[in-house]
């Protein structure tokens, strides 16, 4: 399903939009203001300044978005105390956390929520590498992630809450959330938070496909690329891992077709999965919207 179709589906306080073909993002100067260009985390921005329907904007400096945070340099560190990070919510699975784990927790005493979904998308995940050893070619990579997609919304709803819930609380702000690449799973779970805050269906694709933007995912495509040359036993063609650790405004198309499709409407999806029902989402916006 197309964009136009799926966002003209979304309830009225949700928006309604011509479609937009946008298949890869030029990040803008306002982009640039988000992006904190960390050396061990190329996909960490803020999610702030971005318009509501309703005229608000969004707080810079309360939610940010990343990739990995296992690689993180000195200089990150230092740049980033500044910003007074409370929680990081980490949406990778045991087996990842184990192998690759944030650096800064102990550290700088930042309290870490776990919303582990690694039955539902990471089995997938490598069961998906697997398959593509045998067909390893782009299209088959683009069919093995549309099925990523579609059990997208299953694999949040009944946890999703879990992180509004500590937003709510106070006592997760500032906040980071990521994953290992910080597209997928991030990208799902930051589309939801900004259809809560009613932010244009437009910009919210837009805060997703920036994690296709020239120059992002350089440190998940070296581990990537070992990861798959150890299961293929030869190393990915470039448009093979291109397709892997990009992103393509369809696979949002699917991720939102189901939301539709198995919960009616986004906002349903929202109070089933997030336990955000209009006041919560009231309270959600006071917290993050000026």
């Known amino acids: 399903m197309l964009r136009g179709a799926i966002v003209g589906r979304l309830p009225n306080s949700l928006h309604t939009h011509s479609s937009l073909n946008v298949k890869s993002v030029e990040p803008t100067e306002t982009d640039a203001a988000r992006d904190l260009c960390l050396e061990g985390a190329d996909n960490f921005r803020d999610l702030g300044g971005y318009k509501t ?15 990995t945070l296992h690689d993180l340099s ?13 929680l990081i919510c980490d949406l990778r699975g045991p087996v990842e956390r184990k192998e690759y784990p944030n650096l800064w927790r102990e550290n700088h ?5 776990h919303i582990d979904t ?3 998308l990471m089995n997938a995940n490598m069961g998906m590498l697997h398959q593509l050893r045998g067909n390893p070619t782009p299209e088959r990579a683009t069919e093995l992630l549309n099925d990523i997609y579609r059990r997208m919304p299953g694999a949040f709803s009944g946890r999703l809450h879990v992180l509004v819930d500590r937003l709510l609380a ?21 589309a939801m938070l900004l259809f809560a805050l009613d932010i244009p269906a437009e910009t919210i694709y837009r805060d997703y496909m920036l994690s296709g933007a020239p120059g ?11 990861l798959m ?55 959600l916006k006071q917290l993050l919207v000026e």
């Open 53 to 67: 329907l309703d005229g608000g904007t969004v707080r810079q400096g309360r939610i940010y978005r990343s990739n």
């Open 74 to 86: 000195e200089a990150d560190f230092v740049y980033f105390k500044q910003f007074g990070i409370s």
């Open 109 to 113: 005493g930042i309290a870490e929520l």
């Open 118 to 120: 690694s039955a539902e």
């Open 170 to 190: 106070g006592t997760g702000l500032p906040a980071v959330i990521h994953c290992s690449a910080g597209k997928d799973r991030t990208g799902f779970v930051c």
């Open 216 to 226: 992002r995912n350089k440190v998940i495509r070296g581990s990537a690329t070992a």
């Open 229 to 283: 040359t150890e299961i293929f036993g030869f190393p990915p063609e470039p448009e093979v891992l291109d397709v892997l650790i990009g992103v393509q405004e369809e696979y949002l198309d699917i991720a939102l077709d189901t939301v539709n499709s198995q919960y009616g409407s986004i906002q349903a999806y929202l109070e089933r999965a997030g336990g955000l029902d209009a006041h919560k989402r009231r309270r």
